[in-house]
């Protein structure tokens, strides 16, 4: 892959959860990077590690964790060697945000939004004074396109997509290096959701925000991402530009996603994939979408590696393994 300027760059990335039947990899040796200014959807069945690859990155952990390895650098800086405490100080909210599934339900009900809006340039020392942190946070409820008189309400008096743009505000207000939304657009209707969308590509173009979009909506995806990362059963199985991912999406599994997906311009017979995803608490040795893929053949009974084909589209698929241009 050729990015400018990197600002997050993960490697050989691993997050398992403990639990009574053993442990849950759902994130199982992941590795992208992602340039400034650019934008990374990452898409996958639900219960396919995107909303724990999220944690990992942020290092937001439970305490039920078993296994959490791996490099991630942003920015430059190795940040898995922090301590917990210099992570929350210098990283988390400073250099990289949070907008967190669900996040309408995040807000604190008796609490105006300009106070939680303004909270963390106060924690983390990005304000002067208060009046400054309160000026800062009515800029940040501009980019999102929300007149600043709404800054005194309380969240229940704000609709669905006013929350949704006020918590974007929130993780916007300290100008992070990386912004990571989960399911932004999640339980809002299609208007609203097209609302938000327009915000993200809009602020992405006047702010130069780059930031990793969490969602399971293919279309969506479609709308404002720069680069791709499809996951499956805790793997990123392919990792291209956009452009010719929607053209011509390489891996099995990115074929059949893309083939559920309806279309207005043309006709077509919605694909569907058969079986169901193998189980995260024992994921089998061979490759893992094997079991439900219409081209297995002998070689998957072995696990693939990562293919560096097309000019930096990366696939872990044996069906690549002759197409390898130029390895990283």
């Known amino acids: 892959m050729t990015r400018n300027e990197k600002i997050l760059e993960v490697k050989d990335l691993r997050l398992y959860f403990k639990t009574r039947y053993g442990a849950v990899q ?3 040796d992941v590795g992208f990077s992602l340039g400034r200014g650019r934008s990374v959807v990452v898409v996958g069945e639900s219960g396919c590690g995107k909303t724990s690859l999220s944690k990992a990155i942020l290092r937001l952990l439970p305490s039920n964790v078993d296994t959490y390895k791996g490099q991630v650098f ?8 922090l301590s917990n405490e210099r992570f929350r100080r210098e990283v988390r909210w400073v250099k990289a945000a949070l907008v967190p599934q669900a996040a309408m339900n995040a807000l604190n009900p008796v609490i105006r939004i300009e106070d939680q809006i303004a909270e963390p340039l106060i924690i983390h020392e990005r304000a002067s004074s208060k009046e400054d942190a309160l000026k800062k946070a009515r800029d940040a409820f501009q980019k999102v396109g929300i007149p600043s008189a709404f800054l005194r309400r309380y969240p229940f008096e704000l609709s669905g997509g006013m929350k949704q743009r006020s918590a974007i505000a929130m993780a916007l207000v300290t100008n992070p290096d990386l912004v990571v939304l989960d399911e932004p657009t999640s339980a809002l209707d299609l208007l609203t959701q097209a609302n938000i969308m327009n915000v993200l590509k809009r602020i992405k173009k006047e702010f130069n925000l780059t930031y990793i979009l969490i969602t399971h909506d293919v279309a969506t995806a479609s709308e404002v991402s720069d680069d791709v990362a499809v996951m499956y059963a805790g793997q990123i199985v392919e990792f291209s530009d956009a452009e010719r991912f929607f053209k ?3 891996h099995p599994y ?3 996603l893309m083939a559920s997906v309806p279309t207005l311009k043309e006709k077509k017979t919605l694909g569907y994939i058969p079986g169901q995803p193998p189980s995260l608490f024992k994921p089998p040795t061979t490759c893992r979408f094997a079991e439900r893929c219409e081209k297995r053949f002998e070689k998957c009974e072995e696990d693939p590696p990562t293919f560096n084909v097309e000019n930096g589209r ?5 069906l690549y393994e002759g197409d390898v241009k130029n390895e990283e």
């Open 26 to 28: 759902a994130v199982d």
């Open 74 to 81: 942003l920015n430059g800086t190795y940040v898995m060697k």
């Open 248 to 250: 011509n999406p390489l």
């Open 254 to 256: 990115s074929e059949k």
């Open 314 to 318: 990366l696939v872990k698929c044996w």
